[in-house]
């Protein structure tokens, strides 16, 4: 069987924290809050999935964290202790150090040169850089899913490889 990844966006980070003024998002019919979050991961969790926070969330939702009307310090702790889990690479968090290739100088080249078709369609910089991880992991061969609120972001989410069967001799 696949291992699991779950690349993890800013919308939905911002839900599970419970940032003030981001605690919802996503379409009417596909809403993400801190409950449908938290069920999901802890039910990843017991599946032994991998939680990966791209360096894109991690500095936009502590932006939106350090922008909210309150509960800074208290949200921003139980970010900092994320970051912690993943510098650690503490369970279920993959190593932060693992996207490192993504932020070499030929990879920055790369971003450089397909990012400007990307934002003329509206895709954001964090977005191209979350879209890279979530391939990265894929081509490492893991079933990846990044867990978003924004449509636009969820159409870049790598498709996962058919099962080739195996002749039986």
């Not at 999935?49 to 932006?63: Q, W, Y």
């Amino acid at each position: 069987m696949t291992r699991r990844v779950l690349v993890l966006d800013t919308t939905v980070l911002c839900c599970w924290l419970r940032v003030p003024g981001k605690e919802q998002s996503g379409p009417a019919d596909d809403r993400w809050d801190h409950t449908r979050i938290n069920t999901l991961l802890e039910s990843e969790r017991q599946q032994k999935s991998t939680f990966v926070l791209p360096m894109a969330t991690l500095i936009e939702t502590g932006n939106h964290i350090a922008q909210a009307p309150s509960h800074r310090f208290d949200r921003a702790t139980e970010l900092a202790q994320y970051l912690r889990e993943a510098a650690d690479a503490n369970s279920p968090w993959a190593a932060f150090t693992e996207q490192s290739p993504l932020w070499q100088a030929d990879n920055l080249r790369a971003l450089a040169d397909t990012w400007p078709e990307l934002a003329a369609g509206g895709t954001s910089i964090g977005d191209a850089t979350i879209k890279d991880v979530a391939e990265y992991y894929a081509r490492a061969g893991y079933c990846v899913e990044i867990l978003t609120g924004d449509r636009g972001l969820k159409a870049y989410q790598p498709v996962r490889p058919v099962a080739i069967p195996r002749r039986r001799r």
